[in-house]
């Protein structure tokens, strides 16, 4: 899905006036006096929504400063999952209102406005303190801090092991072709010694294959300075001079 740019939105919103304008004689609103209330009823729950913005459907907002985006809201039951790993959890019981309070403690940036503080979270006695929630809302955000860099950390572990193996790859994968090109060798009439020795030391599951100039390939048997003995692949023997061979391959 595209994402959806501030202009595009703009747009958007005049595409939607200019049609209910032509079904509404040009007020920009539906029709109907219900209609119009739940037009600005809409638009008064908008949170970018100004006391002007009615009477001017598109107020130019070019000049308003970009939103921030807002931090992800600390839920109450993440708080009651981190209450079971403390070590107080063993002998000192913690309630759904000790999670909903920490919550709403971490959520207002450790506030001490308590007055601001939903009234089914408040303490019944009016000079209550709340030394104990401010404790645990404070290590409760050293905690969300440690787990956000443990998470920084683990990123650039596996990017950087993911980085590796990759390297690795290539580095296999060049390896590879290195030993492959190494494979063929450019004939040469005066090296038949070097080849006669190099076919006497291959394994028994590699041989010394020869590529005369047509193309034919044979196996290498023995050499001479006169040419070299060669074997089919229908295991029928043969000889090709020196100036006949185009190349040596490892196989």
């Known amino acids: 899905m595209s994402k959806i740019t501030r202009n595009s939105l703009k747009e958007l919103i005049r595409q939607s006036i200019d049609e209910l304008k032509e079904g509404g004689k040009g007020s920009g609103r539906p029709k109907g006096s219900n209609s119009d209330r739940a037009f600005k009823k809409k638009y008064q729950t908008d949170p970018a929504y100004d006391k002007d913005y009615i009477s001017d459907p598109l107020p130019d907002r070019s000049k308003k400063e970009e939103s921030v ?16 790993t403390l070590e107080e959890n063993r002998y000192k019981k913690t309630y759904a209102s000790d999670a909903r309070r920490v919550s709403w403690l971490v959520n207002n940036n450790l506030s001490e406005d308590y007055d601001a503080m939903p009234v089914s979270m408040k303490k019944k006695w009016p000079k209550a303190a709340y030394k104990r929630e401010r404790f645990l809302a404070r290590e409760f955000v050293k905690h969300l801090r440690t787990k956000q860099l443990k998470e920084s ?4 572990v596996e990017e950087e092991t993911l980085r590796e193996s990759i390297r690795k790859i290539i580095g296999g994968l060049m390896t590879e072709q290195k030993l492959t090109e190494a494979k063929k060798i450019p004939y040469n009439e005066k090296d038949w010694k070097k080849y006669q020795k190099m076919s006497e030391k291959l394994s028994g599951n590699k ?24 074997m089919d692949r229908q295991d029928r023997t043969d000889s090709l001079k020196h100036t006949e061979i185009e190349r040596l391959e490892i196989r």
């Open 69 to 84: 985006k807002k931090p992800r809201k600390t839920t109450v039951k993440e708080v009651k999952k981190w209450f079971k």
């Open 153 to 156: 950390i683990r990123k650039i």
């Open 207 to 230: 041989s010394l294959m020869v590529i005369d100039k047509r193309g034919k390939e044979y196996s290498w048997e023995d050499g001479s300075k006169y040419g070299v003995v060669v």
